[in-house]
């Protein structure tokens, strides 16, 4: 039976990845993020986003929160570099569109309102992560199911 259950599981979560392109995907993920910040849901943002980064992106959110949560608290704190180095790789011509967006912009000012650098940022990100490992450690397993079951947020 738990063969059978493990089947049926896989074959509802191929089922639910594929019922959405990956463009869809990622304008759940913002809607969800922006709604969580009582923002709009941006509308400017996935336009800029070609076919082939938005594939590149929505395979790369399942390994990021794959790590995040199998990881150790080094493996956490090694993932800005991660998602540094996943941003550096995406198309110029998709930052050019991204750069001064009012959405992100707007999302930017709820998450950093005192306009820190990210030097400030990151040291404060890990000093959290590494002051409360269990609890982020349980934030990215949720977040991991949630991203394997077709729910992106």
């Known amino acids: ?4 259950s493990h089947i049926m599981f896989c074959m ?3 089922a639910g990845l594929t019922a959405a392109t990956d463009k869809e995907t990622i304008q759940t993920l913002l809607n969800g993020v ?8 941006p509308t400017t943002i996935v336009p800029c986003i070609d076919d082939d980064s938005a594939h590149k992106i ?3 959110m399942g390994v990021f929160l794959d ?8 493996d956490l704190i090694s993932l800005p570099q991660m998602l540094k180095d996943f941003g550096n790789s995406l ?7 991204l750069k001064g967006n009012a959405e992100l912009n707007a999302l930017g000012d709820k998450y950093n309102p005192q306009n ?8 404060e990100i890990i000093e959290f992560v590494t002051f409360h490992y269990p609890t982020v450690h349980k934030w990215m397993i949720d977040m991991d199911t949630q991203w394997r ?3 992106p947020y």
């Open 34 to 41: 922006f709604e969580e910040n009582k923002l709009p849901d």
């Open 1 to 4: 039976a738990s063969q059978q």
């Open 116 to 123: 820190k650098t990210t030097g400030q940022i990151e040291k």
């Open 149 to 151: 079951a077709g729910k």
């Open 91 to 97: 198309p110029q011509a998709l930052s050019d569109c």
């Open 58 to 60: 929505v395979d790369f």
């Open 67 to 74: 790590k995040a949560a199998r990881g150790s608290l080094s």
């Open 12 to 14: 509802a979560l191929l």
